[in-house]
């Protein structure tokens, strides 16, 4: 855990980036400090270089706290269960836990500060985005960034090995399998999630790129169609046969690492660890990076989209402080500032602003664009299954593909076990 207060700046006249306090909150309109919980993300490594612009602009100090992804979740569900008004804005994740949050009252809505605001100009973000952010017809955050499940591999290594990188599902397993032996075992053939509770977030696009999908029209899970145990198999053996050692307990931060250390050929994560993989200062891969779409199975390639947000607490005692902070962190100006970090923006205006597509000036990042560009049109926004005990389900799924991975079960026991999972637990949804 990282905690640390920033200094407060003096209240400046706004400048390019944060515009006038749209919300018609009754709490906390003149309150000078608002408290930040964030997980560890690109999106928040971004951010908090420019929070000391935030304060001097407004006058409100920001106190930040970050964590460890689920240990952010665990600290954000405390404060919201325990209706503590110690916290006022926090990262969440709407496709994950918008449902469960929303029905327990937890987000306070953002629709009348965004129409209030003269400047914030909510209809820029376009429509799957806002539709993400949308629980029960009312916007629970605002958007930070748009994601989504990509193919990075090493294109030194692949010239070096007289291999071409792989195009479907079906080609994957054999381009790995020729990495192992022409590498002697020295590279990692793949690096990808295996822990349970993050792993459905890169199994998704396998199962969709299949033409499945998490349930069924009535709302009970898919897991009973045949074709979900060979999903299920794709994905372990990889997982099992050509990633690194202990890949049952790795997210994106140890496959990011893996893959800048120049330890791994291929790395199957999210198009937002662009920043990490591609940093002058800690990757050893710079300029040796190729991106390419979720590798096609028999529906085409679909991968996983979704958008992170920013919320308010419904207990924050200084709501308008805090709006003042979302409106300027999702604004335009700071969500083009937050492009030189390899911040994918969700606005349309700022992803087809010239400064930032003027930054698109090597082929990775021309390759990454493209392939995000890809993301967003055909990607699915069900990164789980729905409903209100959506991390539940996710951890069913993945602690089922788990012990396939670890040679405990096979794919047609894991795809029971999903299935029987799943069921008193969609049930729940009504």
């Keep these: 855990m990282r905690y640390k207060v920033l200094s407060a700046g003096l209240a400046l006249a706004l400048a390019g980036g944060l515009a006038a306090c749209g919300g018609g909150s009754d709490s906390g309109g003149d309150a000078n400090e608002i408290s ?29 706290q970050t964590f460890a992804e689920q240990q952010a979740r665990d600290k954000i569900s405390l404060n919201l ?11 969440t994740l709407p496709s994950r836990e918008g449902l469960q949050f929303a029905k327990a009252g937890y987000y306070a809505p953002l629709d009348d500060y965004m129409t209030k605001s003269t400047e914030y100009d909510a209809a820029d973000f376009p429509a799957a985005v806002k539709t993400g952010m949308t629980v029960q017809e009312k916007t629970v955050a605002a958007p930070i960034n748009v994601e989504g499940v990509v193919l990075y591999y090493r294109t030194d290594l692949f010239q070096q ?30 690096a990808l999630r295996g822990q349970s509770a993050a792993l459905p977030f890169t199994f998704g696009p396998f199962l969709h790129s299949q033409g499945l999908e998490w349930t069924k029209e009535d709302g009970t899970p898919a897991f009973d169609d045949p074709a979900a145990a060979d999903v299920i198999n794709r994905y372990a053996t990889l997982a099992k046969d050509f990633g690194p050692p202990g890949v049952v307990n790795n997210t994106f931060t140890q496959s990011s690492a893996l893959f800048a250390a120049g330890n791994a050929a291929m790395e ?15 990757s050893k891969v710079v300029g040796k990076i190729g991106v390419l779409d979720f590798p096609a199975g028999s529906a085409g390639s679909k991968s996983t989209v979704l958008n992170w947000g920013i919320a308010i607490s419904s207990y924050s005692k200084n709501k308008d402080a805090a709006w003042k902070f979302v409106e300027w962190a999702t604004g335009k100006a700071t969500q083009l500032k937050l492009t030189s970090n390899g911040i994918a923006p969700p606005r349309t205006s700022v992803a087809q602003d010239k400064t930032y597509t003027d930054t698109l000036n090597t082929e990775t ?19 789980g299954p729905v409903g209100v005990s959506a991390p539940e389900m996710r951890k069913v799924v993945g602690d089922a593909v788990g012990k396939v991975i670890l040679g405990q079960a096979d794919a047609p026991a894991a795809a029971k076990e999903i299935q029987d999972g799943l069921t008193p637990l969609l049930a729940k949804n009504g």
Excluded: C
Excluded at 40 to 59: D, M, R, T, V, Y
Excluded at 162 to 190: F, M, N, R, Y
């Design 36 to 64: 930040l919980v964030m997980s560890n993300h690109p999106w928040q490594k971004a951010i908090e270089p420019l929070l000391s612009e935030f304060e001097q602009a407004s006058g409100v100090k920001v106190k930040v």
């Design 81 to 91: 269960q325990s209706r503590s008004s110690s916290m006022d804005v926090f990262m």
């Design 161 to 190: 090995y007289g291999i071409q990188p792989p195009k479907t599902l079906d080609e994957l397993p054999t381009v790995a399998a020729a990495i192992k032996e022409k590498s002697g075992g020295k590279v990692t053939p793949i």
């Design 268 to 282: 199957l994560e999210s198009s937002n660890e662009i920043g990490s993989i591609n940093d002058p200062k800690t």
């Design 365 to 383: 990042l021309k390759q990454w664009n493209e392939a995000l560009a890809n993301v967003q049109e055909n990607g699915s926004t069900e990164v």
